[in-house]
């Protein structure tokens, strides 16, 4: 039996690194109680994947983890014993059986969507709106980015990233953004709120929140969440 879970990421866990988060998940995976199938070989390892690394901070409503599980189980009941093991800050929501051959977690996600809170006392709303209208209604943004080998490659941002809403709430204002996140086209959305500031001229403080994460087909244009 093989199943996508899907978790939110939220409160103070968020500062425990990726590696941590995944050892934690076994360990709720153990005292759940759950029988998960290993691999065969000289080093058997549980049949877990996970969501691509999550930044140090960030909190997220929609992370993943695919499980192989050599008894077949009801998806509630996962869900709950998941639940009932688990700890502050990590939440199951909701589960999907993968049938057939299915890609892996980092090849299904193709984008994410975040939140980006600023708190109104450090940055004029207006002066905000300006920059966010000059960014959509733009076609090319040119930025530059350090390879792996050390070069510098030129890029065009706009083609990693869609529309940014921005909303007064309350005491934030608050950004909506979608962009690539797959493992082939990828944009940090720090990189995005970086160059806000170098328009603007000026830093500010920011909450960044990972809403959801989705697969967008490329043959029918359609979005598929788990």
Do not use: W
Not at 34 to 53: D, M, Q
Not at 61 to 73: A, M, N, P, R
Not at 85 to 98: C, H, M, W, Y
Not at 117 to 146: C, F, G, H, Q, R
């Amino acid at each position: 039996m093989n199943i996508r879970l899907k978790y939110k990421k939220t409160g103070d866990i968020c500062y425990i690194s990726h590696l941590d988060v995944i050892k934690l998940l076994e360990r709720i995976i153990r005292r759940a109680k759950l029988k998960v199938g290993y691999s065969e070989g000289f080093n058997p390892h549980p049949k877990i994947s996970f969501s691509p690394a999550l930044q140090l901070g960030v909190q997220s409503l929609s992370e993943f983890v695919d499980i192989t599980l050599d008894e077949d189980y009801d998806l509630s009941h996962i869900l709950k014993k998941m639940n009932e093991s688990s700890v502050d800050g990590l939440e199951f929501i909701e589960g999907k059986i993968l049938e057939g051959k299915v890609n892996s977690i980092v090849a299904f996600i193709t984008h994410s969507t975040y939140e980006i809170l600023i708190p109104k006392e450090e940055i004029e709303i207006k002066e905000l709106e300006e920059v966010v209208n000059s960014i959509n209604t733009k076609d090319e943004i040119m930025l530059t980015k350090k390879t792996k080998k050390g070069k510098i490659k030129e890029y065009n941002m706009k083609e990693f990233i869609g529309n940014i809403e921005i909303t007064d709430s309350n005491d934030s204002i608050k950004l909506t953004l979608t962009v690539c996140s797959g493992s082939d086209k990828s944009i940090n959305p720090k990189t995005v709120i970086e160059h806000i500031k170098n328009i603007l001229d000026k830093d500010f403080d920011f909450e960044l929140i990972k809403l959801e994460a989705f697969h967008i087909d490329e043959k029918d244009n359609k979005r598929y969440l788990i």
